[in-house]
């Protein structure tokens, strides 16, 4: 099986993500947004929504530096004016970022983008991990939408393919749409979406599938996010975690 790249911009309900419910939902992440902080900079339309917002608020005066989570992202941070930075031993004062499930923990999903990787390495050189979504992510058990992403080295596809399957993942490449090219990382990696039903124990299966040989990471965030800012009838909710885990 193989799982075209989709562009995130349909729920799983078949309902278009609305602009203006991204930009709202942005504007409040922009509060959070201290003048002189170093800002993490996510992936996926939410994220982007917040970037926007935040390239116009330089353009006003705000002072920020932004570490990108995907070249995409930097592109982007770069064309609104945000000024960009590596990461380095000081601490990222928050990173915004999206999701594609929040369970009621506000553990996470993540990854139908393809950057989980760099969105982790951000998040965990970060104070705070702010999460922007539509109220279409919230789902009662991690993996309701039936979809894990798994980045793994090239040469260890066949290993990894056959250890998911064992675990009752069903791991199908991802490609490229329309080519049908596999669909490669910007750590140049391959990514294996797999088939999953909802999850009793996401913690089990992490830590099971971060021990297969050639699994470089998995979408599972787990206990990382600080706030989720959720997107809804027309106004934007506010969760906080009773506590983190990294």
Known sequence: MEVARGDGRMTRKGVPVRSEDLDRVAAHALALVPDGARVGLGSGRAAQAFVRALGARVGEGLSVRGVPTSEETAVLARAVGIPLVDLDETLLDLTVDGADEVDPDLNLIKGYGGALVRERIVAAASRRQVILV????????????????????PLARPLCQTRLATLGCRPGLRTEAPSGEPFVSDNGNLILDCAIDPLDDPGA????????????????????????LIAEAGAVRTLRARSITS
Request: net charge positive.
């Open 134 to 153: 539509t109220a279409d992510k919230l789902v009662p058990r991690l993996g309701a939408r039936g979809r894990l992403p798994v980045e793994i080295i």
């Open 205 to 228: 299966l992490e830590h099971a599938i971060r021990r297969i040989a050639g699994v470089v990471d998995t979408g599972l965030f787990l206990g990382t996010a600080h706030t989720v």
